[in-house]
T-cell receptor, first 113, second 111 residues
């Protein structure tokens, strides 16, 4: 079954700790994305990657870091520099960057206490 | 600055009637538009898309209309069903790789 998998679904961390969210896809998609959803603000782009070993900042990249060492994987690290890390994080992938829909994972709810 | 806007945070419709969800955009370089449906604590699911060379695209009960001169698109759901109750996001893309999402409209279909 092809798809995009995010883990874990729920994550709790103490303030000041870095945390890494996993995103894996077996759709053979080149492009991958990380979004953040907050109430009333829609989906905001954190980072995206078009090919392995390359990624670009989105609108709200501060306090986050990513890597793209393999085509299938695009992990997101939420660092202690991120001021408001509690949010719902969504990973997506897309086959043809120009004209195709993005497929989303089920999301990770991060709560920082 | 929000490049894709959904000005109605919520919409209630009677079962069997038409649901019309609206979306406006500001960037004339956008040439591909999509609608997604989302349930709480889940990822969005793709519904329907339209290229800027078209003004209408239909898929079953879902039709998307694009008015390029007005920079406006709409999603029509006919007939509406209780299972359609969800948050609907419109999104736009230019020739680059980014999607720009609206803030969503919460649709409630009343049985």
């Amino acid at each position: 079954d092809g798809g995009i998998t995010q883990s874990p679904k729920y994550l709790f961390r103490k303030e000041g700790q870095n945390v890494t969210l996993s995103c894996e896809q077996n759709l053979n998609h080149d492009a991958m994305y990380w979004y953040r959803q907050d109430p009333g603000q829609g989906l905001r782009l954190i980072y995206y990657s078009q090919i392995v070993n390359d990624f670009q900042k989105g609108d709200i990249a501060e306090g986050y870091s990513v890597s793209r060492e393999k085509k299938e994987s695009f992990p997101l690290t939420v660092t202690s520099a991120q001021k408001n890390p509690t949010a719902f994080y969504l990973c997506a992938s897309r086959w043809d960057p120009g004209r195709a829909e993005a497929f989303f994972g089920q999301g990770t709810r991060l709560t920082v206490v | 600055d929000q490049q894709v806007k959904q000005n109605s945070p919520s919409l209630s419709v009677q079962e069997g009637r038409i649901s019309i969800l609206n979306c406006d955009y500001t960037n004339s370089m956008f040439d591909y538009f999509l609608w997604y449906k989302k349930y709480p604590a889940e990822g969005p699911t793709f519904l329907i898309s339209i290229s800027s060379i078209k003004d209408k695209n239909e898929d079953g009960r879902f039709t998307v209309f694009l008015n390029k001169s007005a920079k406006h698109l709409s999603l029509h759901i006919v007939p509406s069903q209780p299972g359609d109750s969800a948050v609907y996001f419109c999104a736009a893309s230019d020739t680059g790789n980014q999607f720009y999402f609206g803030t969503g409209t919460s649709l409630t279909v009343i049985p």
